[in-house]
């Protein structure tokens, strides 16, 4: 079936799950909370790389870390709605967080969208095989976060 371009800007292309936080349980009751969190699009991706590449580069300084900011693009409420519109707010926000539970839900969003370390260089493998070297055009990103698990 060839798609529309309609049809392919309107398919959900997004995968979700759930990160469960046993450690607010004590402030929420006897079920273990979670949160729900999609793979991060196209662009928030290269946002991401860019904002990581900064960090380690230019020594820039973001609220909450670059984890938090990966939270902010990637969590979302019940209905599919990002639960933080503004990513340099929410990223501050989450950064007051515990660490651990940022980067376990950061985690989940780095696997749901393809960019642990693992799958970056298997990427990155299967792209060398497939683009010419010459080629500065469609080449994947230079670096990912660092904090991505593996």
Known sequence: MLLSREAFLLIDDSDTDFVELPEYRKN????????????????????????????????????GGINALCCAMGMIDEKGILM????????????????????????????????????????EKKLLKTTPSDSASGSAPESTPDTAST
């Not at 909370?33 to 790389?49: A, E, F, G, I, T």
Request: glycine share 6%.
């Open 28 to 63: 929420i009751g006897e079920e273990c909370p979670k949160v729900r969190v999609r793979s991060l699009m196209s662009d928030q991706r290269q946002r991401l790389y860019e904002k990581s590449r900064e960090i380690r580069e230019k020594g820039i300084v973001i609220p």
């Open 84 to 123: 933080f519109p503004s990513e340099v707010d929410g990223a501050s926000a989450i950064g007051k967080r515990h660490p651990e539970v940022v980067a376990r839900i950061a985690n989940r969003i780095y696997e749901l969208s393809d960019m642990t370390k693992t799958q970056r260089l298997e990427n």
